[in-house]
């Protein structure tokens, strides 16, 4: 991936880095800064979350790590050969993913996990450059609308053309592919709104993706 679709030291949107000094103060042993994209620099599959939440990406400077968002993911992404270990624990752990990264469309953590429209706007050009650096054959996962949402606007589609629903895809340029999922929330999870199963059927229309089938 680029190295400019990242900047640890980003401070475009005020109220989140106001916030982000304000819980590094609460919280010293936090990461509470930007995080950073996570995986394999050349990965055929990345996949795109919403934003690092408080106590999860945001205290381990690590996305879907030390929250429960991250146990269904990281347990589907072993299952499926993406990583090395079913469970992530800490940034400094030897989890290592295989052909995936994983990203944010805010890669700050904003007040109430709801980022504010101009501030997933002021993001999007780190996303888009990571978008840019997927080769052919490439599959972009979407974790919910607001990422599916973000995405569109970084491969710079219209909306409308590219509506977001659970186990949609959508075809791109270059043989790569779009592919939504509801997000894997506590809510999500424990609602039933999304199940194992459901999870695991996405991650399978995944892995016939990038196997080269349809």
């Given at each position: 991936m680029p190295s400019l679709s990242f900047d640890p030291a980003c401070r475009c949107c005020p109220r989140l880095a106001?916030?982000?000094?304000?819980?590094?103060?609460?919280?010293?042993?936090?990461h509470a800064r930007p995080v950073?994209?996570?995986?394999?620099?050349?990965?055929?599959?990345?996949i795109v979350g919403l934003a690092p939440g408080m106590h999860g990406a945001n205290a381990t400077g690590r996305p879907f790590t030390g929250d429960y968002a991250g146990v269904l993911l990281y347990q589907t992404l072993y299952e499926f050969?993406?990583?090395?270990?079913?469970?992530?624990?800490?940034?400094?752990d030897s989890?290592?993913?295989?052909?995936?990264?994983?990203?944010n469309a805010v890669k700050c953590l904003p007040?109430?996990?709801?980022?504010?429209t101009e501030e997933i706007r002021s993001c999007n050009p780190f996303l888009a450059k990571e978008i840019a650096g997927l080769g052919a054959g490439a599959v972009i996962l979407a974790l919910g609308r607001i990422a599916h949402n973000a995405t569109v606007r970084a491969l710079g589609k219209k909306q409308s053309a590219y509506p977001f629903?659970?186990?949609?895809?959508?075809?791109?340029?270059?043989?790569?592919?779009l592919v939504d999922s509801y997000h894997c929330s506590r809510y999500n999870t424990q609602t039933g709104r999304l199940t194992r199963e459901m999870f695991q059927a996405v991650f399978r229309d995944v892995r016939r993706l990038l196997d080269g089938g349809n």
């Open positions: 106001a916030f982000l000094d304000e819980i590094g103060s609460r919280y010293p042993a936090y950073p994209p996570f995986g394999d620099t050349e990965a055929r599959f990345l050969g993406f990583s090395n270990r079913c469970e992530s624990r800490h940034a400094a989890l290592r993913l295989d052909d995936c990264r994983i990203t007040p109430q996990n709801k980022p504010q629903a659970h186990g949609a895809r959508h075809a791109l340029e270059q043989g790569r592919w």
